[in-house]
């Protein structure tokens, strides 16, 4: 029910971080995201502190990270020794269907659909087929927490679980 994708940025050694983002995944959802909040190398380097996370926030007290706010191991970020090791990691894998890249040289957010591709083709993400630059009115989070509303209201709390997001965040 998610559209799932990864986010990485290039160090200045050349080396690669990724991080996998379960929720909104699309363009116009983790894309808009990290073009509206996280448009810098430094406001995006922040992102890959806490390893993966469920969803992207505004801010990192708004993100959801496995780690940090589901109490789960962590799972840090990934680390691609260079590009071409990076596009390889990725390229046709079917859990993923975007990912993102931070490019320092260019200071934009680049994005590749990955539907079965024997190779990852970044573009600017105001660029991608996909993206309208409209925030949905409702994310897969929502409808996600939305569901469990209706479902309880049916069957009671007792006999519904739904993985959701409770924001009692802390920052480290």
């Known amino acids: 029910m998610s559209t799932r994708s990864n986010i990485a940025i290039e160090k200045p050694d050349g080396t690669i971080q990724s991080i996998y983002v379960h929720s909104d995944g699309y363009p ?80 934009q957010w680049l994005v590749s659909d990955n539907y079965r591709k024997n190779k990852l083709e970044f573009v600017p993400i105001g660029a991608h087929k996909d993206y309208t630059g409209k925030q949905p009115d409702m994310t897969e989070k929502d409808m996600i927490g939305s569901l469990k509303d209706i479902l309880t209201k049916g069957f009671g709390n007792e006999n519904v679980s739904v993985q959701t997001f409770d924001s009692k965040k802390k920052l480290n």
């Open 28 to 107: 116009d959802g983790v894309g808009q995201m990290l073009i509206n909040n996280y448009p810098t190398y430094g406001s995006s380097l922040r992102l890959f502190e806490h390893g993966d996370c469920s969803s992207l926030g505004a801010t990192l007290e708004e993100c959801s990270f496995y780690h940090r706010d589901w109490e789960r191991k962590l799972d840090p970020a990934q680390v691609h020794k260079n590009y071409d090791e990076f596009k390889t990691h990725y390229r046709g894998d079917v859990f993923i269907e975007f990912v993102y890249l931070f490019d320092r040289t260019k200071n």
